[in-house]
């Protein structure tokens, strides 16, 4: 299964929820994201038909800094889901800054993203099978619904990465891995598209340490390879690192070609 990714990327709040699947059935898991003010309450950003199953998974920043990786399924008794709302309440107390809360279910097609308050039509970003999605042939956003309806996504097999502004960060729900965006689609979405470290150190094996241009990390969580030249897609690791919170650099375990790729580190300050 593809991982969550929760996380503050590019100076601005981006809430990236994986959409998930197995290798027989269509795409139905989804992160619950917490409702502020009700710590109880979850809303889910994608239309469910039903919600089956729920779980917490620990977040990849709370791993790299020492917590547990777990998974924790709640008890049927334990949840309630409303699709009329697309409320997710539980019982139990959840810090979120550890776990994402995670539905499993089935949900409607076509695909219908559920917005929690206003959008701006002109800054969503829709990337869908490695192209561009267009507005009123791939997408429709309906401001009185507070939905935007992927009308290309009609069988739940589509790879798709729809982005959209909410309150003073972006919101994000992807059926892919960030590795597949070629570097003209990481430019639509307007991700950046150069590293933020640059390669340090005379001698040893030249692709394998980096340091951060600015400011300094307590723990990385992932490493983003970022293409230089358009045509080719980037690749992301969340293994195969040691980060040195001391000298604030990165050591990779396998040479990038820093001909091809630009360095992207992802971690807690």
Not at 5 to 24: H, K, P, Q, R
Not at 120 to 143: E, H, N, Q, S
Not at 164 to 176: H, T
Not at 244 to 267: A, M, Q
Request: charged share 25%.
């Amino acid at each position: 299964m593809k991982r969550v990714v929760c996380s503050i990327l590019f100076a601005i709040v981006v809430v990236m929820t994986g959409v998930y699947a197995d290798e027989t059935h269509a795409p139905q898991t989804l992160n619950a994201e917490p409702i502020a003010g009700k710590p109880h309450q979850y809303h889910l950003g994608m239309k469910f038909r039903s919600v089956n199953k729920v779980y917490l998974r620990t977040l990849l920043p709370a791993v790299s800094l020492g917590q547990e990786r777990e998974t924790i399924v709640l008890p049927e008794s334990g949840w309630r889901y409303d699709n009329s709302s697309d409320i997710l309440e539980i019982d139990r107390d959840v810090d979120t800054a550890v776990y994402a809360v995670i539905a499993d279910g089935k949900y409607s097609t076509p695909i219908s993203i559920v917005l929690r308050g206003k959008t701006v039509p002109d800054k969503i970003r829709l990337v869908v099978d490695g192209r561009i999605g267009k507005a009123g042939k791939d997408f429709t956003y309906d401001a009185a619904k507070g939905t935007i309806e992927l009308t290309t996504c009609v069988t739940g097999d589509e790879h798709f990465m729809i982005q959209y502004p909410v309150g003073n960060g972006v919101s994000s729900i992807s059926s892919m891995n960030a590795a597949e965006l070629t570097r003209e689609l990481r430019a639509h979405l307007e991700w950046p598209v150069e590293g933020n470290a640059h390669e340090v150190g005379v001698g040893g094996i030249s692709g394998t340490r980096f340091a951060l241009n600015e400011g300094r990390l307590r723990s990385v969580w992932m490493v983003d390879f970022i293409p230089k030249e358009n045509g080719y897609c980037g690749k992301n690791i969340l293994t195969g690192f040691t980060w040195n919170k001391d000298t604030n650099e990165l050591t990779l375990s396998t040479p990038v070609d820093t001909s091809r790729y630009s360095i992207y580190i992802f971690g807690e300050e």
